[in-house]
C-alpha cells in the first residue's frame, strides 16, 4: 500500500476515533467491573486481583466493565468450571444494548468429565448473529488459567488464545456483510445454566450434585478506545501496520496476522 493511502486511512481513523481515550492498563475487577447478577455468588478478592462466579441450581452470575469501548485488545485470564461441567456456559464477551445490538463472543461450553469443553464463537452486527464458529482446544482450560483475547479494529476481529489467533473475522462490508464498528461495547462474563442446548445438543443435563460450579479470573488487561471521552488521544497507529501478533500492545489499531501468525493455530475446528 502506498505512503499516501496509509497517510488517508490514517486521517480517517482519527476522525472516527476523536471522542474516545486510549486505555493500556492492567484492570482492577472492583474499580472496572460491576457485579450483574447472583449477589453472592459473584466474590472479588486479592484486592480486585481476582474475580470468581458461581452457578448453582438457584442462579448464575455475571459481571460487566464500568466502560464501553470502541475497538481496542482485550485480555482476560481465565479459569474454567472443572470436573463435569456438562450444561454449563461461562460467557466471555463484547456487547450493546438494544434489538440491533452489536456483539462478539467467546462461550465455553461445558461438558462431562473427562470430555473436552467447546469454545463457542459468534459476531453479531445490527442485531444478526448466525456467524458461529466453534473449536474444540488444545489443552485442558480447567487445570490452568489461560489467556483469552479479542482484537477489534475497523478491518478485522481476531480471536486469541494465549496469543494464538483461533479465528478472524474480517470487514467484508464492501459484499454487503455487516461488520460491528460504530456501537461501543462493554465487557461481559457469565456463568449460568444452559442444559436444553449446551452439552451434546442438551442431551446431557446438568448435575446439580456437583454444584456450585465456579469460573475464576484474573489479570484483566485492556488497550482500548474509551466511549465518551473528549480526548482524543486513542493512540491512533502514526505508521503502518507490521500485521504481527508480536507487539500485542501496540498494533491492535490495524493488527492482522503474519504468515507465522496464520500458521500459529493449533485448534480442532469444529464447525
Not at 108 to 113: E, I, Q
Not at 152 to 161: A, D, E, K, M, Y
Not at 198 to 220: I, L, M
Request: hydrophobic share 35%; glycine share 8%.
Amino acid at each position: 500500500m502506498s505512503s499516501s493511502k496509509v497517510s488517508v486511512m490514517l486521517c480517517l481513523s482519527a476522525v472516527l476515533l476523536s471522542s474516545f481515550m486510549a486505555m493500556a492498563a492492567a484492570g482492577n475487577f472492583y474499580q472496572d467491573f460491576d457485579i450483574t447478577f447472583g449477589e453472592q455468588r459473584a466474590k472479588i478478592f486479592n484486592g480486585g486481583q481476582h474475580l470468581t462466579l458461581d452457578l448453582d441450581q438457584y442462579s448464575g452470575s455475571g459481571f460487566k466493565s464500568k466502560k464501553e469501548y470502541l475497538f481496542g485488545r482485550i485480555d482476560m485470564q481465565i479459569k474454567l468450571v472443572a470436573g463435569n461441567s456438562a450444561g454449563t456456559v461461562t460467557a466471555y464477551y463484547l456487547s450493546s444494548q438494544g434489538p440491533t445490538h452489536d456483539e462478539i463472543d467467546f462461550e465455553f461450553l461445558g461438558n462431562s468429565s473427562g470430555e473436552p469443553y467447546t469454545l463457542h464463537t459468534n459476531v453479531f452486527s445490527q442485531g444478526k448473529g448466525n456467524r458461529e464458529q466453534q473449536f474444540h482446544l488444545w489443552f485442558d482450560p480447567t487445570n490452568a488459567f489461560h489467556t483469552y483475547s479479542l482484537v477489534w479494529n475497523s478491518q478485522r476481529i481476531i480471536f486469541l488464545v494465549d496469543n494464538i489467533p483461533i479465528r478472524v473475522f474480517n470487514n467484508l462490508e464492501s459484499v454487503g456483510v455487516p461488520f460491528p464498528k460504530n456501537q461501543p461495547m462493554r465487557i461481559y462474563s457469565s456463568l449460568w445454566n444452559a442444559d436444553d442446548w449446551a452439552t451434546q445438543g442438551g442431551r446431557v443435563k446438568t448435575d446439580w450434585t456437583h454444584a456450585p460450579f465456579t469460573a475464576s479470573y484474573r489479570n484483566f488487561k485492556v488497550n482500548a478506545c474509551v466511549a465518551g471521552s473528549s480526548s482524543s488521544s486513542c493512540g491512533v497507529s502514526t505508521s503502518a501496520s507490521t500485521n504481527s501478533l508480536t507487539d500485542q500492545q501496540g498494533t491492535w489499531h490495524n493488527q492482522g496476522l503474519d504468515a507465522a501468525g496464520r500458521n500459529r493455530s493449533t485448534t480442532t475446528v469444529l464447525t
